[in-house]
């Protein structure tokens, strides 16, 4: 079945009945992917103002009401504890487990943060001719812890995770202009080539996802990434908190080319 050329309502429909439960990368071409965040109210201000002081690695497109499980403007008729194909939970900073929905897990007092996500400008990448090995390869997108630190905020501090993408040389520029121009799914590339210059010591190993080749003549490219806060919260520990799996995206009703302004 081609998922890039289906609705994001139908692709969640979808999830929502398990029978999509992998990466999302590539479904419902030209809408936005998002990652999520989901905490306690007594918690959502700090990761408010974490999401404010470290925009390249958590652009935030919407913030929920407390306790609820829908959304008013990124997309319709939606259960975010059951339309992400892979959740993670979360206790003290430790992965507790993987569940293909969260309802038994859902409170009266949790906050979801839909955070911005690069796989959203890769429509375009494609679009202009730049290939996204990933999609190529049927695979996750490679991504990997840095050291590069995020501005602290209230409980959370941690350092940036980044997903890469192997780019021949001749179009590292045409990838750069076209990503800089969506700093809401993350934007331009915060490092490229030398993965050691941002603590990156085996690009064979990710910390996320899967590897993918790297060809003769192309440079590891790297991108601020919205795993950024599962990295945080594994350093900051906080009681409890839900996510995607990385890879397994909330598809969203928002046209790539919207959050362009």
Known sequence: MNYSEMSPRDVRALIREKKITGPTAGMSAGYAQANLVVLPADLAYDFLLFAQRNPKSCPLLEVSDKGSRTLHSIAQDTDIAKDLPKYRIYRNGELDGEYTDVEQFWREDLVSFLIGCSFSFESALLEAGVPVRHIEEGCNVPMYKTNIACTPAGVFHGNMVVSMRPLPYDQIVKATLITGDMPRVHGAPIHIGNPEA????????????????????????????????????????????????????????????????
Do not use: R
């Open 198 to 261: 941002i603590g990156i010591h085996d690009l064979q190993h990710p910390d996320f996802g899967d590897m993918v080749t790297i060809n003769d003549g192309e440079v590891p490219v790297f991108w601020p990434c919205g795993v950024t806060p599962q990295n945080v919260i594994m350093d900051s520990k906080p009681p409890f908190v839900i996510t995607h799996a990385p890879g397994h995206m909330f598809i969203t009703d928002v046209k790539n080319v919207d959050l362009k302004y």
